[in-house]
């Protein structure tokens, strides 16, 4: 009996321990892995305190009118940069010299930016960026990382697929995304074939004066362009740009411009075109050197391409261009140097609209259709050979060896990524250590706020043979393409330095003061902690006395030299408001329409008694 | 007693000339003040003919305890040292050539004289400063003199006071000095 029961036992025993044994670990195997994935994707993302992200990443901000800069690999959200957007937060677009660059507008619509270029790579001085709503371009000096010019650019309808800029940033070009009427103010969209006209611009930017200029336009056919690139290396005088809508349909695009099999890609020598210009064989066009490439043949050509193309990228080496068909789902790889051939042995198919259309199979490299990929975009680039391309219907990152064609790996983003972005991702010295998809939905990723969703970023490592999904973000509205740089390439200041050849600024507390003239009132002011002083030689040196009426101009210094001390300026009920970095001087310009008495204080923290860095504005009554 | 100095002490005298305008261009008392917003230490450093270092961040926040400003005006000294100094490397020189043994009592002297002097006037500007506070100041806070060399703290800020590389360099230029006393000792 006794041996029985013990039998018994010990088999129950054994039983329990090879349940406990075997059912923990082989559950626990697959949480530990589990774990231990999550951990070290947190470590390869965790930037401890007091270290820097090794990357820039500056995304545009789609119709917010801004520029957002992140860590990465941590994501952190650093900055966001005012450009076509008022910014309360800086006081962008409330001082005299932001307001006058905004021209009246209070958004626009940011796309694509581009880091300025030197031999090809990123050079770190400024960054461009267009606003497809009010046909504008803008310059960021990454010094400080404020906007420093916006041209308005006329005879254009939308410079969506700018800004790109060639090698050595010669040129900035915005192709438009709106063919308008040409010639004359208004047309009949049945007349849309002759009278319409789709303009790009070459502009330059003076980095010494931060100017930008116009330098020629080209008239191209009345489509829709959508991306663009220029050449590198050997193909560094060409530049391409998709279009779509070559059927130059007027109503309901969604079908009417889906027809045709063949859209084009436009490629063209901005070189040539430059030297064109000098010999005076344009027309000038409404303030403008205008080029009819019909009237000058030899330096614009098309090329034929899968349907409704949007992305185009032109690889690291210069070599190729590669198209995507958003609604043919393949990428198809063009060859530069059988183009140039084709150009040479006027190997074409045809004429379009003045223009050469080359002979497709000529130039046509080789055409890449991954499985069931669908919706392909934007492509970026490793110093590997490789290619990124993303997927926007079926919400993946396909990588792919552009010199063969050879699919290498898949990768789910989280949902619907439009561009992408590699460091040094569209340049001619590639960093493929990371990759950021900027996804256009997050649905149900994040914390509910509501029926808006919040846009999305996931972070890849790519740095190994198989890319891996190592963080997702919620972002800004709306992530349209960005610039990813490393840190060592930019070199911002801290301090402002003093000025003495500025005639509005005052560093000395002595030599504030404030002179009337009629009835324009000018306040030579300073702002330091904790303190304004508008008039030191009076009885309450932060007071600006002035009558009903009266144009008042502001003329502040921030006078403290020391880093991160930030002052503001708020004036109450008038609507003003301006943000001073150590150093600077600003200056804001108002009329005095409404009498009382209006606080003004310093809106930017800036030490303990900053509650108390305040003043008035006395406006008087009129008798 | 009226024996003249051997040719290794004039050198050492020599020396001691040349160091001593050197020491000109060299600073040679510091102060450093830390906060938690100031990790990498703003600084006050003194040379004989100047100031140096961040002073117009520090007199931005002296003024919240109603510190008078910090500036070259304020301290004349700046403006007659170097002369003093060179003048006293000259007496060196002039030693040297006569190389008298009594001139060489004289300029020891002088130069301990001078030197308890400097430390004096150090002394008499911290206790100026720290004591002299504006009583209107927004934060008020007790008189203090930070010490010559050493920790103090104040309000939210730690001092570090230190000589430098000229003070040094002063001490040697005393020990070439001297070095002829032990050169000629009994002989």
């Keep these: 009996m006794k041996k029985l029961f013990s039998g018994a036992g010990g088999i129950l025993a054994g039983l329990l321990v090879a349940f406990v044994f075997f059912g923990s670990s082989s559950l626990g195997a697959e949480e530990q892995a589990l774990s231990s994935e999550n951990k070290s994707n947190a470590e390869a993302v965790y930037v401890p305190h007091g270290e820097h992200d090794e990357y820039y990443l500056i995304n545009s901000g789609g119709h917010s009118g801004q520029l957002f800069v992140y860590g990465v690999p941590s994501m952190r959200h650093i900055r966001t940069i005012p450009v076509f957007t008022p910014d309360p937060a800086t006081g962008y677009g409330f001082d005299k010299e932001s307001k006058e660059m905004l021209g009246g507008y209070t958004w626009g619509d940011l796309h694509h930016p581009a880091l300025s270029e030197t031999n090809g790579d990123y050079d770190g001085n400024f960054l461009f960026a267009t606003d497809v709503a009010n046909n504008r371009v803008a310059a960021i000096d990454l010094e400080d990382f404020h906007t420093v010019d916006i041209l308005e650019v006329p005879n254009i309808g939308g410079p969506h697929c700018a800004a790109f800029v060639t090698e050595n940033t010669e040129y900035i070009f915005l192709p438009t995304r709106f063919s308008l009427p040409f010639d004359t103010e208004y047309a009949s969209l049945d007349d849309y074939s002759e009278e319409f006209r789709g303009v790009m611009s070459a502009v330059t930017f003076d980095q010494e004066s931060k100017e930008f200029d116009v330098a020629y336009q080209v008239a191209l056919p009345p489509w829709s362009y959508d991306k663009a690139r220029a050449g590198k290396r050997d193909s560094s005088d060409w530049a391409v740009i998709s279009t779509y809508n070559t059927e130059e349909a007027t109503t309901n695009l969604e079908i009417n411009a889906s027809q045709a099999d063949r859209d084009y890609i436009v ?22 050197k205008m080029i009819y490439p019909e009237k000058h043949k030899g330096d614009i050509y098309l090329v034929p391409v899968a349907k409704s193309p949007h992305g185009i990228d032109v690889s690291p080496d210069g070599k190729y261009f590669i198209a995507s068909g958003k609604l043919a789902p393949a990428m198809t790889v063009f060859s530069f140097e059988k183009a140039f051939e084709a150009i040479e042995n006027e190997d074409f198919s045809g004429e379009r609209n003045g223009l050469p259309v080359l002979n497709y199979d000529s130039v046509m490299e080789r055409e ?12 970026q680039f490793d110093e590997r050979g490789n290619a990124y391309t993303t997927m926007f219907i079926s919400s993946e990152v396909v990588k792919w060896e552009y010199e063969t064609g050879e699919i290498i790996d898949r990768q789910d983003v989280y949902y619907s990524p439009g561009h992408l972005v590699t460091p040094h991702g569209d340049t001619a010295e590639p960093q493929g250590k990371y990759l950021v998809s900027l996804n256009k939905i997050a649905k ?33 509205p709306e992530p349209h393409y960005g610039q990813m740089v490393h840190r060592d390439v930019i070199n911002p200041f801290h301090v402002y330095e003093m000025d003495e050849s500025n005639p509005y600024a005052v560093y000395d507390q002595k030599d504030t003061r404030i002179e009337r003239d009629g009835d324009n009132v000018t306040v030579y002011g300073i702002a330091m902690r904790s303190k304004f002083i508008f008039d030191a030689a009076s009885e309450r040196p932060d007071v600006i006395e002035v009558n009903e009426g009266d144009t008042v101009t502001m003329h502040i210094t921030n006078t403290d030299f020391d880093q991160d001390i930030v002052h503001g300026l708020g004036i109450m009920d008038y609507d003003l408001n301006f943000e001073q970095m150590p150093g600077q001087t600003k200056t804001l310009e108002f009329v005095a329409d409404k009498a009382g008495v209006f606080p003004i204080y310093c809106t930017n923290f800036c030490s303990a008694l900053h509650q108390e860095m305040t003043g008035y504005l006395m406006v008087k009554p009129k008798e | 007693m009226s024996k003249k100095l051997s040719f290794q002490s004039a050198a050492s005298l020599f020396i001691a000339a040349g160091l001593l305008l050197i020491t000109i ?25 100047k100031l140096a270092g961040e002073i117009d961040i520090v007199n931005s926040l002296n003024h919240y305890i109603g510190m008078a400003q910090f500036s070259e005006e304020s301290f004349p000294e700046l403006q007659f040292l170097p002369w003093i100094i060179a003048g006293m490397a000259l007496l060196i020189v002039i030693t040297g050539l006569l190389r008298k043994m009594s001139l060489l009592y004289g300029l020891i002297g002088l130069f301990i004289i001078g030197g308890i002097l ?27 003199v930070p010490p010559i060399i050493g920790e103090n703290t104040i309000a939210n800020f730690v001092t570090n006071s230190y000589f430098s590389y000229g003070s040094f360099l002063l001490l040697l230029v005393f020990l070439l000095i001297l070095f002829p006393l032990w050169k000629e000792r009994r002989q």
């Design chain 1, 368 to 379: 890449v259709d991954p499985p069931g990929a669908l919706g392909p975009l934007h492509t």
């Design chain 2, 25 to 49: 261009f060299l600073p040679w008392w510091g102060m450093k003040f830390y906060a938690p917003q100031y990790q990498e230490g703003l600084n006050i450093i003194v040379y004989p003919y």
């Design chain 1, 267 to 288: 490629l063209f020598n901005w070189k040539n075109l430059e030297e064109r210009v000098a010999n005076g064989e344009y027309e000038e066009f409404n303030g403008e």
């Design chain 1, 444 to 476: 149900d990723n994040f914390l509910s706020v509501g029926p808006s969703h919040p846009e999305s970023m996931d972070l890849l490592d790519i740095s190994g043979d198989e890319m891996r999904h190592l963080m997702s973000v919620p972002v800004n």
């Design chain 2, 118 to 144: 400097g430390i004096y006037d150090i002394r008499r500007w911290l206790v100026s400063f720290g004591t002299n506070l504006d009583p209107k100041a927004p934060i008020t806070v007790d008189p203090f």
